[in-house]
């Protein structure tokens, strides 16, 4: 591999082809074609983006290339448990249950035990594989969260009216066109109030600023400004974010630098028109959290070469 002696071998022409691929990876070289720089500009004139979407591009571009462009998937992984998405779908789909009920039947109140059982009964139907070790156990500790967000005020606060559950839209936004779906929107006498579901305690992970930090809200903006006029010709008076485990609202940051969010966004569309997808997540790493991709992109210290010669975008 080192001489790179003349062959005809394929499988030594393979090596030393991997072997040079390698060198170049871990080198403080500028990202090529193996790390996501493939120089193709990408048409996204008629791409629907979802917030999902372009959380990935303006964490890391190599996230959103490996999943959309390459068109890979997560590892085949059997579990015990239901994953963090599996919980929040069967969280989404119980509290859009209960809130439907309570809509029909507004002289129940909205934590009725029994409603909660009912509903709870039909999403386990839908959602949850039929042979999922100990669920009989692990059943009650989901109700028990679910019991005590609806037992919570903020939840449903009073004069709220849920005019809306799991609705989905499309409309155009910083120039991009976009889609996705919204938990809930209240109508209140102040305007409609748009709110989406968390499981865990925290706002989100946000996109990068300019110093690379992921701390640009990206969801709550986008749900305001192109999800509530799609969906509702109504002043949108508020946005948050519902945690069901800490039960409580979280609104956006007061330290985020939401005046950079246009800029972030043309950040995004400057990957796509040049075909330049670096393995470059946040300076924290949070991207890297959840990221089904690092045996892929085999993020860690060889990042920093790179960026000590070529800087972040």
């Given at each position: 591999?080192?001489?790179?002696?003349?062959?005809?071998?394929?499988?030594?022409?393979?090596?030393?082809?991997?072997?040079?691929?390698?060198?170049?990876?871990?080198?403080?070289?500028?990202?090529?074609?193996?790390?996501?720089?493939?120089?193709?500009?990408?048409?996204?004139?008629?791409?629907?983006?979802?917030?999902?979407?372009?959380?990935?591009?303006?964490?890391?571009?190599?996230?959103?290339?490996?999943?959309?462009?390459?068109?890979?998937?997560?590892?085949?992984?059997?579990?015990?448990?239901?994953?963090?998405?599996?919980?929040?779908?069967?969280?989404?789909?119980?509290?859009?249950?209960?809130?439907?009920?309570?809509?029909?039947?507004?002289?129940?109140?909205?934590?009725?035990?029994?409603?909660?059982?009912?509903?709870?009964?039909?999403?386990?139907?839908?959602?949850?594989?039929?042979?999922?070790?100990?669920?009989?156990?692990?059943?009650?500790?989901?109700?028990?969260?679910?019991?005590?967000?609806?037992?919570?005020?903020?939840?449903?606060?009073?004069?709220?009216?849920?005019?809306?559950?799991?609705?989905?839209?499309?409309?155009?936004?910083?120039?991009?066109?976009?889609?996705?779906?919204?938990?809930?929107?209240?109508?209140?006498?102040?305007?409609?109030?748009?709110?989406?579901?968390?499981?865990?305690?925290?706002?989100?992970?946000?996109?990068?600023?300019?110093?690379?930090?992921?701390?640009?809200?990206?969801?709550?903006?986008?749900?305001?400004?192109?999800?509530?006029?799609?969906?509702?010709?109504?002043?949108?008076?508020?946005?948050?974010?519902?945690?069901?485990?800490?039960?409580?609202?979280?609104?956006?940051?007061?330290?985020?630098?939401?005046?950079?969010?246009?800029?972030?966004?043309?950040?995004?569309?400057?990957?796509l028109e040049s075909g330049h997808y670096p393995v470059q997540p946040d300076t924290e790493r949070k991207a890297c959290?959840?990221?089904?991709?690092?045996?892929?992109?085999?993020?860690?210290?060889?990042?920093?070469?790179?960026?000590?010669?070529?800087?972040?975008?």
């Amino acid at each position: 591999l080192r001489h790179n002696a003349p062959t005809e071998d394929p499988v030594l022409l393979a090596a030393v082809h991997a072997y040079a691929v390698e060198q170049h990876r871990e080198s403080s070289a500028a990202a090529n074609e193996y790390d996501g720089v493939i120089g193709i500009p990408f048409d996204y004139g008629d791409w629907p983006f979802s917030v999902s979407q372009l959380r990935n591009l303006g964490q890391c571009p190599f996230n959103w290339f490996a999943s959309k462009l390459l068109k890979l998937g997560p590892p085949e992984e059997t579990d015990d448990d239901l994953s963090p998405s599996q919980i929040g779908q069967l969280y989404h789909r119980v509290l859009e249950l209960v809130l439907t009920q309570w809509g029909e039947h507004p002289e129940r109140s909205v934590d009725d035990p029994a409603m909660l059982h009912e509903a709870f009964a039909i999403a386990e139907r839908e959602l949850i594989p039929p042979t999922l070790p100990a669920w009989t156990l692990r059943r009650e500790e989901h109700l028990r969260v679910l019991a005590l967000a609806l037992q919570d005020p903020n939840f449903l606060p009073t004069g709220a009216d849920p005019v809306l559950l799991e609705g989905d839209f499309e409309g155009e936004w910083h120039g991009l066109k976009v889609r996705g779906r919204i938990d809930r929107i209240d109508r209140t006498d102040a305007g409609l109030v748009l709110i989406d579901y968390k499981t865990g305690k925290s706002r989100p992970t946000g996109i990068k600023d300019q110093t690379g930090k992921a701390c640009i809200d990206l969801q709550l903006p986008l749900y305001r400004e192109a999800a509530g006029p799609a969906l509702f010709d109504e002043p949108v008076a508020d946005a948050y974010y519902y945690s069901i485990r800490g039960r409580q609202k979280i609104a956006l940051s007061p330290k985020a630098p939401q005046h950079e969010l246009p800029a972030a966004i043309e950040r995004c569309k400057t990957h796509l028109e040049s075909g330049h997808y670096p393995v470059q997540p946040d300076t924290e790493r949070k991207a890297c959290t959840y990221c089904d991709f690092d045996t892929l992109c085999r993020q860690g210290d060889r990042l920093s070469r790179k960026e000590m010669t070529h800087g972040t975008d």
